[in-house]
């Protein structure tokens, strides 16, 4: 398996184009600008529709199965499926994710367009285009979904955003799951009192240890911050107090490997 992170910002991305704090200027300083957050798994499972073009180097043309977290903007951007009409791709795609998602996504499918649409509730656990996706209950403002995705060769990927604290039924269902990779939301940084449900630089920590705790994480999991705001301090502030936590955050367009794949890397890859 190897998952590409599409984008690693939140819905504003960082920098915010309206914001001169320091975070922002520091990024502008650095020319890193992060998309929305979204990731491509093997070339074929996309997860979230961003709003935001995926790096020019990453088509889509082979996607086959879309995995959408839930309805905001910055998540479910239907548009994009308008986008794969226009080029009139006769591949079938899978459109699979909460209710409220989905109906976002339907006035922008043509009657012909080989699109089918598969609903996903907390504890489903289906097989699409060849990858076992497991949907997991998160803890957000609207029905969303966290997914748990294990991929033909067993490399294995948990995608965790947009939530608050993690649900204790969330947590026993990966119990044991001893993730390759774990793309862990940590939206707000130092500012703690936003009074959503997201994770900041408090939380972060808390259910990471959480996630150890249940054997999801273990030392081999690499872990990823995502979902990432002007809210964190400037990158190189960030990436220390992340690496304490043993997590890491990496620029967009990065791809990681997982499961087999980083198995055969040369150690230290």
């Known amino acids: 398996m190897e998952v590409t992170l599409l984008g690693t910002g939140a819905a504003d991305g960082w920098p915010n184009p309206w914001c001169t704090c320091a975070s922002c200027a520091d990024a502008r300083r ?3 600008q992060r998309r929305q957050t979204s990731a491509l798994v093997d070339g074929v499972l996309l997860l979230d529709l961003s709003p935001a073009l995926p790096p ?23 548009f994009a499926l308008l986008w794969r009409q226009w080029v009139r791709r006769g ?12 109906d976002e996504c339907r006035p922008w499918v043509a009657p012909d367009d080989p699109v089918a649409f598969v609903e996903l509730t907390p504890g489903d ?20 979904l966290l997914y748990d995705v294990t991929g033909p060769d067993g490399g294995r990927l948990l995608h965790a955003t947009d ?10 269902r990966v119990r044991g799951a001893g993730f390759d990779v774990v793309l862990l939301e940590e939206t707000f940084g130092d500012h703690l009192a936003h009074g959503t449900a997201h994770l ?12 150890r705790d249940v054997g999801a994480v273990t030392a081999a999991t690499d872990v990823v911050a995502v979902h990432l705001s002007h809210h964190n301090p400037p990158l190189a502030e960030l990436e220390l107090r992340l690496g304490a936590l043993g997590a890491r955050v990496v620029p967009d367009g990065t791809t990681i490997p997982a ?4 198995a055969a890397l040369p150690r230290g890859a």
């Open 125 to 144: 656990e289906r097989v699409l285009g060849g990858y076992r996706v497991r949907a997991l209950a998160a803890e957000h403002e609207v029905p969303t």
């Open 163 to 172: 939530t608050g604290p993690l649900l204790p039924e969330t947590l026993e």
């Open 91 to 102: 591949q079938p795609l899978t459109v699979a994710g909460p209710a409220g998602a989905l």
């Open 259 to 262: 499961g087999a794949r980083r």
């Open 200 to 211: 900041d630089l408090a939380g972060f920590p808390v259910e990471l240890d959480r996630l």
């Open 30 to 32: 650095r020319g890193d």
């Open 56 to 78: 020019v180097d990453v088509p889509l043309t082979d996607v086959a199965t879309v995995l959408v977290t839930h309805a905001h903007p910055d998540h479910c951007a239907p």
